[in-house]
């Protein structure tokens, strides 16, 4: 489990693709208290999101804020920038992320 910026980070687990040599999957949670926001960064690899619990909203460079409700989904692209991502209401929100990329890439890298 990690913690980042007051968003709560646990690895599932991961699993190799097959037919996709030096690629892997990995299942993780991101939960949201109230109000928290993850600052600008970038994933490394491509991410299914679905919203669990709550809602989240998600900024990707050169899109509007987009906002998100339990039961909905929606993907990022690796290495776009993500100028914020996080929940803006009162209540905890969580997310389930299936991330794909190579063994050992970190989740998300800050943007400096």
């Known amino acids: 489990m990690a913690e980042r910026q007051g968003s709560i980070i646990t690895e ?3 699993w190799p693709l097959d037919g996709l040599p030096g690629k892997e999957i990995r299942l993780l949670t991101v939960e949201y208290p109230a109000g928290v926001h993850t600052p600008p960064h970038r994933h490394p690899g491509w991410q ?3 919203v669990l619990e709550g809602r989240v909203t998600s900024r990707m460079e050169g899109e509007p804020v987009q906002r998100y409700e339990a039961g909905q989904h929606w993907f990022e692209p690796r ?3 993500h100028l ?3 929940n803006d209401t ?3 929100a969580k997310i ?3 991330y794909v990329t190579e063994p050992g890439q970190p989740i ?3 943007e400096v």
Do not use: F, M, N, T
């Open 108 to 110: 998300l890298v800050p």
């Open 90 to 92: 009162a209540e905890r």
């Open 48 to 50: 299914l999101i679905y």
């Open 96 to 98: 389930l992320v299936a």
């Open 12 to 14: 599932i687990g991961s």
């Open 84 to 86: 914020d991502a996080g």
């Open 79 to 81: 290495e776009h920038l």
